[in-house]
């Protein structure tokens, strides 16, 4: 066990809904990190938290957004849902510090798009 | 950050050591070689990371050439729950940002 959980575990929608995934990191970590794993695209990096602010972006669609609340948990929002959008969505966090700090992964939700 | 090359796939018998080859000949001075792995759909795992000496913990080795062109991670006595994908990721941490860039990784099948 991680320490990061992620909700729900499974998602089943239809084309053109939204949908919010939820994320609450270890305690003490700052950092939160968004991944979307497909199956044709692999591991991607969408975006990235830190104590509330966005610190870097990676793949993100314009249909997607994500935001960290001051209790540090995070959310991400997929819009417009497509049947590509089918995926892993895995969330992370990392302990705040300069240099280079592990992440620990969470179970990931299962989007499935119909 | 530099591209790094692992082998699609690999398999180790029960009980031995693995040795998962990484070759990132692009590597810059200020990047990291980092190794996480992932078994069957759940979040990744972090393993281990070093700079240009061999680093050693509870889980693995890293063996980091002179040049740091490539890499091995070496799990000592592989066991059927070492089967899993194996990334290896290089990565500036001087950019003020730790998002990580996983590449294809090695799927590395324990067999009994």
């Known amino acids: 066990d991680s320490g990061v959980t992620q909700t729900p575990k499974h998602l089943i929608t239809a084309t053109g809904q939204r949908v919010t995934l939820r994320c609450s990191p270890r305690s003490g970590d700052l950092s939160v990190y968004w991944y979307q794993q497909s199956l044709d695209q692999g591991l991607q990096f969408l975006i990235q938290y830190y104590n509330g602010e966005e610190r870097a972006k990676g793949n993100i669609l314009e249909r997607f957004s994500a935001q960290q609340f001051p209790d540090l948990h995070s959310e991400l929002n997929l819009s417009s849902l497509e049947l590509g959008d089918s995926a892993l969505y895995f969330c992370?966090?990392?302990?705040?510090?300069?240099?280079?700090?592990?992440?620990?992964f969470g179970p990931g939700t299962r989007l499935t798009v119909l | 950050d530099a591209k790094t090359t692992q082998p699609t796939s690999m398999d180790c018998a029960e009980g031995r050591a693995a040795n998962l080859p990484c070759n990132h000949s692009t590597i810059s001075g200020n990047e990291y070689v980092y190794w996480y792995r992932q078994i069957h759909s759940q979040g990744p795992q972090y393993i281990i990371h070093?700079?240009?000496n061999n680093e050693t913990n509870e889980m693995a080795s890293l063996i980091i050439t002179e040049d740091r062109k490539s890499s091995t991670l070496i799990l000592p006595h592989a066991t059927l729950r070492d089967t899993a994908v194996y990334y290896c990721i290089v990565r500036d941490t001087k950019t003020g940002a730790n998002n990580l860039f996983f590449g294809t990784g090695t799927r590395l099948t324990v067999i009994p």
């Open positions: 070093g700079l240009k």
């Open positions: 992370a966090s990392s302990a705040p510090g300069l240099g280079y700090n592990e992440q620990f």
